[in-house]
């Protein structure tokens, strides 16, 4: 496996909102021939300064049609993370189940089982978790397509090392469908959204849950929405301030798959609704989103429909209002691309990872950075 740091800057075109082509680095961080790398959002970022960590799934390539990931679903998925010191110039590529941790239980959506691994069983919490420890990374993860829970990891040093799996309740659901999206309140104290089952056993719908006792027990704080016809799905979710959140939910009703915006002023114990940052997403794609250094927001997500593009907006007023997109690129081959998650550096740039594939290189999906200045958007 190798590690490339290749650097492409590549002419971009320009929505309304503008950023000059050199102020866009795109940057290959796993990229391997006939594999498949994907999903970032199902995994999580985490950033300490210019220590940047991301997880992602991996797997062999296989064309499985126009409509369908193209990952060999009769070999394993293996859970990897990348990592960079220099804020996200360069990265390095490990498979963490190697050395004991995030090994993935069952049958999981894409793939089956590992067999070069030994495959722990999930426990329940014992709690006394740090969430405030100054090197914490946490992961939710949904345990098995057909099984319906979810699990949690946990790490105190930076994601070297990593303690569980653990159990997360159903909360009174079907079951459960959790991806990485937390808010650390104290050293007890931390909220969780994940994604549960309808009442019809379908997907899905979002909650906000919460634990004040270390992660030992989990309670739900309250549902974001009501139960929609078709799904609210995949969190994405930021603290204004000490009372108020604001989350991007992936939605689809009928064949209309778009970004809708829910607001709590309580801490997550009742929502109400906002907008729709996005009103056309193409097939769908989940949102990340952040609060910058200045106060302002900024999300992105990929485009499911021509052009495939990685896309950016900024919300200055807490979001109530977005910006028009902003396109990092527009070069994606097909449909098979975004699943963003991002974060914010020391000097302000802004660092994008998602996958990708390009007409100009192979079949195979990547996983990529996008590194931008939202203070350069004209």
């Avoid at 994940?194 to 997907?203: D, R, S, V, W």
């Avoid at 919300?315 to 081959?333: C, F, K, M, V, Y």
Wanted: proline share 7%; with cysteine; aromatic share 10%.
């Amino acid at each position: 496996m190798r590690c490339l740091s290749i650097t492409l800057l590549i002419m971009t075109s320009l929505a309304s909102a503008q950023l000059r082509p050199t102020d866009i680095q795109h940057i290959k961080v796993y990229s391997e021939p006939m594999r498949f790398g994907g999903w970032p959002a199902n995994h999580g970022i985490w950033s300490w300064g210019n220590d940047i960590l991301v997880g992602f799934s991996e797997g062999s390539y296989k064309d499985l049609g126009p409509d369908r990931h193209h990952i060999d679903r009769e070999k394993p998925e293996r859970h990897f993370l990348a990592r960079s010191k220099d804020g996200g110039q360069t990265w390095t590529v490990i498979d963490p189940a190697l050395k004991g941790y995030l090994i993935p239980e069952g049958g999981f959506l894409h793939g089956v089982a590992r067999e070069d691994v030994k495959i722990p069983k999930a426990t329940p919490s014992p709690g006394g978790i740090n969430f405030a420890h100054p090197d914490f990374a946490m992961t939710l993860r949904t345990t098995d397509i057909n099984d319906g829970s979810s699990r949690f990891f946990y790490s105190y040093d930076r994601g070297q090392t990593w303690k569980g799996p653990h159990l997360l309740p159903n909360f009174g659901a079907p079951g459960t469908a959790a991806r990485t999206d937390y808010i650390i309140n104290s050293k007890d104290d931390c909220l969780i959204f994940l994604t549960i089952a309808k009442t019809n056993k379908q997907e899905g719908r979002v909650i906000c849950a919460r634990t004040t006792d270390g992660g030992k027990t989990w309670i739900k704080q309250g549902d974001i929405g009501p139960e929609p016809r078709g799904f609210l799905i995949m969190p994405a979710t930021v603290r204004i301030n000490d009372t108020e959140l604001y989350t991007i939910l992936r939605a689809r009703k009928g064949s209309k798959r778009n970004l809708q915006a829910y607001r709590s002023k309580d801490n997550g114990k009742t929502w109400t609704y906002v907008n729709n940052p996005v009103q056309d997403a193409g097939e769908g794609n989940p949102a990340a989103l952040i609060k910058l250094k200045d106060g302002r927001l900024c999300m992105t997500y990929g485009h499911r429909a021509q052009p495939f593009s990685i896309i950016a907006k900024i919300s200055p007023d807490d979001g109530q209002t977005w910006s028009p997109e902003i396109i990092l690129r527009n070069d994606g081959a097909n449909r098979d691309i975004g699943y963003t998650r991002m974060t914010q550096r020391p000097d302000g740039k802004v660092v994008v990872l998602y996958y990708i594939s390009e007409l100009t290189t192979g079949p195979e999906r990547y996983i990529a950075a996008t590194i931008f200045d939202p203070n350069t958007i004209q």
